[in-house]
């Protein structure tokens, strides 16, 4: 993977630059659909490409790993090959849907134990294990195995946290290190910064994360509740630690304004299941702010759903037949949501990039978090 | 509405021809994908459009009269304008749904009261308001209002029924010829031969109805669980009688099997919720048989889901893929599977189309019959 800065806003710390795998560039500031169990829920791949232009995609390995499972993934030739992908997949590490989803899970130094949320059946995700089951999944980004901390977290757990954190870190550099990846294309490892809200945690776990010279670096453990001035402030100290030359993805985050202020402290890649799981509840972003479209206002408004966006689904289907299709519970209704929103995300980028290219990211910046929290 | 014949085969009564409407031209025999309320479930009106290219679609009026109602979609300028579809349009009468759908419904002379199945609202469907809604709602062919028997049904029974829907039918067509379409348009009103299995009923209906002279014909009541023997009898003695130079309809069949045998009797169009139901219960109808991708069978199964077809998400994805989005209840499995079974109907009817012009239909047929019901 390679990763070149091509502009920084003069007045943030907003970057803009082109990230370089096997699969394919990706220009950054970049938002990453999430993918969870092979699949960005209700759209389709030629969709995720064509409608959309996804550069890269999210895949869960909680989810991949207990279905399709390994033995299929493998067969299959990976991830790309298996959901029929060409451009660029990160996958996580698996952790923060143990810690989510699995009702029984027992964190101890060696891994986590867990139960599956599907069959109740047992599993043991350990540092290295995780770097194995990512290698046979096959993303080009592959992440750290790590503790989410919850918010809120006393100071105590977080700092203990960290610590486990940075030792399962050194366990997946090495197991990374020795293994290689299965389908011919390189896969890199992204360590993740973790330490809650508190500021000495997150100084020291960046430092540590810097430390491993790794080819790009993660924020973890925000958008978990925490108040976004708190999140702000946390992405602020560690992107001043992490390099400044290689690529920041802040894990989870967020909302549309989220991710503008998080650009603005020089973060790099975002996911989040926002724009899809929002989606297939009635919400969209558009860039006048949020539509909650199964009101009852919009049954007889004929408009297009986005008049100015250059997606066809925005232009054609109008916002009344939007609402009717959520109202009648139509699978439609998903798809056409999820379209739209995922598409809003990646124009927000985008346009978020050519903002901060032409120097005018800072000010554009400020007037859209002032309008996309609009209620419309 | 104009019906040109461009061919007819030797071996069998199976016609080729062209349907002209206002929304453009229909070349028959035709499948018309089923878009109860508004959509053809799981899938878009583009890839409606593209990827199937589906030249004629189904409407519900019991569906859309319920929800989105007759307000929003007049205001709306017609079902047309609504789901953003500029080819054409055919709804039915309502009727079948006030029989199958709804708990509570009383038939009389002046027609059916029922209570809706969403909310349990009380509602009158007379002969004349079923022709009203049609214009309401717009589409291209809108059919009379009759009363569909149930299998079995007694013989009194189917007598009286076929007497009640022939003075409905004068009402209907009376309703009909003295409104004009709203929306700029011609519409056109087909009526429906009905008679369950008994020959007799079924010619009387049959002279009935051909005597109406209306510019198409549509054979009702079968379908409903009669043996397909038996549905074949009454198809052939109907198309025998129905008017040569008319196009025929055969509503809600059915199987491929089904709607090959019934071309080779004389019946130029079909609708069936078959290919999308059974879709989204992953029940895949192909060229060689009929596949059920939730078996274990096709969990390594990396193959193409038909490699042969035009299809992209034919060619893109695997069966085991398909497998897995089904196994996993994920969106997408019903979205691939539809546009697999609607692509794979819509090839049935084009590729008998291509055989009776060619001369060589009824061989091909009978060769299909003996292999579309294949399990694989």
């Not at 033995?71 to 451009?87: P, S, T, Y």
């Not at 990512?134 to 750290?144: K, N, V």
């Not at 650009?263 to 975002?270: E, K, N, P, T, Y």
């Not at 297939?280 to 909650?292: A, C, D, S």
Request: net charge neutral; charged share 20%.
């Amino acid at each position: 993977m390679k990763f070149n800065l091509a502009a920084k806003d003069i007045h943030s710390k907003a970057r803009a630059g082109t990230i370089t795998t096997d699969h394919g560039e990706i220009q950054t500031p970049i938002f990453m659909p999430v993918g969870t169990a092979g699949t960005v829920k209700s759209i389709n791949q030629q969709q995720l490409k064509n409608d959309i232009d996804a550069k890269i995609i999210l895949g869960n390995t909680y989810h991949l790993y207990l279905r399709p499972g390994l033995d299929i993934l493998e067969r299959a030739g990976g991830l790309h090959q298996f959901i029929g992908w060409d451009r660029p997949i990160l996958t996580d590490s698996g952790g923060y849907q143990v810690y989510s989803l699995s009702k029984v899970r027992k964190i101890k130094e060696e891994g986590v134990t867990f139960r599956s949320h599907i069959d109740g059946s047992k599993h043991l995700f350990t540092p290295e294990y995780a770097m194995d089951i990512q290698r046979t999944i096959g993303a080009d980004i592959i992440m750290a195995f790590d503790e989410c901390t919850p918010y809120p977290c006393d100071y105590k757990y977080a700092a203990n946290s960290i610590n486990m954190t940075h030792r399962w870190l050194k366990r997946c550099c090495t197991r990374f290190d020795t293994t290689t990846p299965k389908y011919g294309f390189d896969q890199t490892l992204f360590p993740i910064v973790q330490g809650s809200v508190y500021k000495d945690l997150r100084v020291k776990s960046a430092e540590f994360i810097a430390a491993m010279g790794r080819e790009g670096n993660a924020i973890g453990g925000l958008s978990v509740g925490e108040p976004a001035e708190e999140m702000y402030a946390m992405t602020e100290v560690v992107c001043d630690i992490l390099p400044y030359e290689k690529p920041r993805y802040l894990m989870g985050v967020g909302t549309p304004i989220n991710i503008l202020e998080n650009i603005a402290l020089g973060v790099d890649m975002f996911d989040c299941v926002m724009p899809t799981r929002n989606a297939r509840n009635g919400m969209l972003f558009t860039k006048n702010g949020v539509i909650n479209i199964s009101n009852k206002k919009w049954a007889d408004d004929f408009s297009p759903i986005e008049a100015e966006s250059d997606l066809v689904a925005d232009q054609v289907y109008s916002k009344a037949y939007l609402r009717h299709l959520m109202h009648s519970k139509e699978m439609l209704g998903a798809q056409i949501a999820t379209l739209h929103n995922l598409h809003f995300y990646l124009w927000l980028v985008k346009t978020a990039r050519e903002k901060i290219m032409s120097g005018e990211f800072y000010a554009w910046k400020n007037k859209m978090v002032t309008i996309l929290g609009n209620k419309l």
